[in-house]
């Protein structure tokens, strides 16, 4: 991948976020639609995570939410952000804040 500069890391708004909501995008398997609450206001995010999270387990979990990425529509669903998470073979590992940090706190 290509290098960013240091000032290019900073244009990115990454907080915590609580998610208040979960359901599946009905017609598929892998879109799980959430509400996460972002400190200041509640965010909609379309995410491929829920043959690995069933959307029940994850109301009341912190994540790292990607908060200026320009909205996007997935399978005809809006996406207002995007919640970070690694690849591992298949299947998305999400870090989840274990202390409790608050909703919308900025990441560095």
Do not use: C, H, W
């Amino acid at each position: 991948m290509e290098q960013i500069t240091f000032d290019e890391f900073k244009r990115m708004d990454l907080r915590v976020g609580q998610i208040t909501k979960a359901e599946r995008v009905e017609g598929t398997q892998k879109l799980v639609k959430l509400e996460v609450d972002i400190g200041t206001e509640k965010r909609q995010i379309v995410a491929g995570v829920s043959e690995a999270y069933p959307p029940e387990t994850l109301v009341g979990k912190r994540i790292i939410v990607v908060a200026n990425l320009k909205p996007a529509r997935i399978r005809g669903v809006e996406s207002q952000g995007m919640l970070l998470a690694a690849d591992v073979g298949d299947r998305p590992i999400i870090p989840f804040f274990e202390e409790d940090v608050p909703a919308g706190t900025k990441l560095r």
